[in-house]
């Protein structure tokens, strides 16, 4: 992979805007003056991702925009009581330590993670900044907190999705393909939880109840994928799962282009899958609330005794031009239950 540098490469005047306000009148809604402090994140995604550019538009709804806001909201603002860094690994495993060391150098006081994989990799290099992370699984069976309610130590943050979610998965997509004998499920085991198992064992109980075979189908690089994803448009007739995976997140185009490939009808976790032609997607609808944690932890709130949250909310998306592609005829009854229909 090309490296890049380690600096935020993409436009941040949007973030300055947020901060045109004078010093002055930051102060009088409650931030400190006594020092800057650093509000440092990590992520997977290049830094040139859609997903990261998406993520820093001056929008209450937007990951690190949205934090951004909500900080204004709550008397701080960058460059004048904190300053913002982001760090990426840009997929590439063997630069997860490199960013981490980065960040770390930064001496920040705290640390807001993008994923399971990278709540993981600063946990072990630190365990007295506190981290915050904006989406993980199984955070109690990854050893991240000793308890949902309870999380202790340094860390805490916000799930997006729970072991049932595979069965889900299952249940939506076979109603899609009614005649489904086997189903494919497409993961990297290094970078989903548990290496898969977190989902897999609700997958196969839900499988057994529906006479349908379960075939994994790992992944270890992007050009693994359309490997992957070619025997299931043979006989007998198969659908895919893509599991919750940092590593498919990065990689979504090439999952999304080997399905339409294949013309094997795959359901996906985020919505963002949606957006590079995916034909199905069910997972938590994007909620931007890491600020709350951050504004606490930077005024003084142990990480350790803020409760992990859930998911509010879920959310099925289905294009309905996908399915006409595939020669699929979504029923109605499953339609009527999509909160977004695309064309």
């Known amino acids: 992979m090309t490296e890049r540098p380690s600096a935020l490469a993409v436009d941040r005047r949007g973030f300055i805007r947020l901060a045109s306000t004078t010093a002055a009148g930051w102060l009088a809604l409650g931030a400190t003056s006594d020092r800057v402090r650093v509000v440092a994140s990590l992520t997977a995604l290049p830094l040139d991702d859609e997903l990261t550019r998406r993520s820093m538009i001056d929008s209450p709804t937007s990951r690190l925009g949205g934090l951004i806001v909500g900080l204004r909201q709550r008397g701080w603002v960058e460059g004048v009581n904190f300053r913002f860094e982001l760090r990426s690994t840009f997929g590439a495993p063997d630069r997860l330590k490199t960013a981490v060391q ?15 994989i990278e709540t993981a990799a600063v946990l072990e290099a630190t365990q007295t900044i506190p981290i915050v992370f904006a989406t993980a699984n199984d955070p109690v069976g990854n050893g991240f907190v000793e308890s949902l309610v309870h999380p202790g130590g340094n860390v805490t943050g916000f799930t997006n999705s729970s072991a049932e979610m595979g069965g889900k998965w299952l249940q939506l997509i076979r109603e899609a393909v009614p005649d489904l004998a086997r189903v494919g499920i497409l993961y990297n085991p290094a970078t989903t939880p548990r290496g898969g198992r977190f989902f897999l064992d609700s997958i ?23 490997e992957a994803v070619r025997p299931f448009s043979k006989a007998p007739k198969a659908a895919m799962i893509a599991l919750v995976d940092s ?19 795959t359901i996906y976790p985020f919505y963002y899958f949606m957006d590079a032609g995916g034909l199905m997607s069910y ?12 504004d606490l932890i930077l005024r003084g709130t142990k990480a350790g005794d803020l409760p992990v949250q859930s998911p509010r909310k879920y959310e099925l998306l ?5 399915a006409r592609a595939l020669d699929l005829t979504i029923p109605f009854t499953l339609l009527a239950r999509a909160d977004e229909i695309r064309e």
């Open 318 to 322: 289905i294009n309905r031009t996908v």
């Open 102 to 116: 980065e960040l770390l150098a930064l001496k920040p006081d705290v640390i807001l993670t993008g994923s399971t």
């Open 283 to 294: 997972g938590p609808t994007l909620e931007v609330r890491s600020a709350d944690y951050v």
């Open 204 to 226: 196969e109980q839900e499988a057994a109840l529906a006479g349908v075979s379960v075939v994994p189908a790992p992944v270890s690089a992007p050009t693994d994928i359309d």
């Open 247 to 265: 590593f498919l997140v990065v990689h979504r185009q090439v999952a999304v282009a080997a399905a339409a490939k294949y013309r094997v009808p």
